[in-house]
């Protein structure tokens, strides 16, 4: 049975998400507190973690990179906040999605099933075993990224996006086909795509405010130049 942890400082809240997400079939693991939570996260790792921003002590932004630090885990956003403000730095901060409360749980159940698929079924939109873009080597089934020869640290999301990109290359993508393809969503917050495109910028770009790796095309999205 797929685990949940739940991060939320809403006793009421915390109590009926719970029960909703055990209704759809989820083991809950709960925590009021981010400190409590990154502790359990630790002694017992679940399969996702949702977390709230507003917390007493360390708040979200920091549980969130305290979490992506250590461990590779699906991280979801349950907030009220939904200022974009927000949402962009809760997804830099290296969330996987972001939902805003009040939360219709068919649709958050929706969600982490697809994150899960993906993190079970890896680069699935990128059948080559192997890309080359230059100094830039997608070895996509392999799960590697070399950039100037060298690995480079990628999340499952900045991973398949990237194999998304790159098994297109030449062609542009829109965001709505990128969220599609590699959150597998027909609906979703556009974004998602910009920020882990951002995310991705910084570690395969030179220069991530001039890119040449992966370049925007004004009105349309984004491509990888072959």
Known sequence: MVAVLLIEDDDRIRLSLSLALEDEGYTVHTAATAEEGLLRQRREPADTVLVDLMLPGIDGFQAIRELRRDDDVPIVVVSARDDTHDIVAALEAGADDYVVKPVAVKELS?????????????????????????????????????????????????????????????????????????????????????????????????????????????????????
């Open 110 to 226: 929706a969600r982490l099933r697809a994150l899960r698929r993906r993190g079970r079924s890896g680069p699935s939109a990128a059948p080559q075993a192997q890309l080359d873009l230059g100094d830039l080597q997608v070895r996509a089934q392999a799960g590697e990224v070399l950039l100037h020869g060298q690995p480079l640290a990628l999340t499952r999301t900045e991973f398949r996006l990237l194999c998304e990109l790159a098994e297109h290359a030449g062609q542009v993508l829109s965001r709505q086909q990128l969220l599609a393809r590699v959150w597998e969503y027909d609906f979703g917050d556009e974004r998602l795509v910009d920020v882990h495109v951002g995310r991705l910028r910084q570690k395969i770009e030179d220069d991530p405010g001039s890119p040449r790796r992966l370049v925007t095309v004004r009105g349309l999205g984004y491509k990888m130049p072959r």
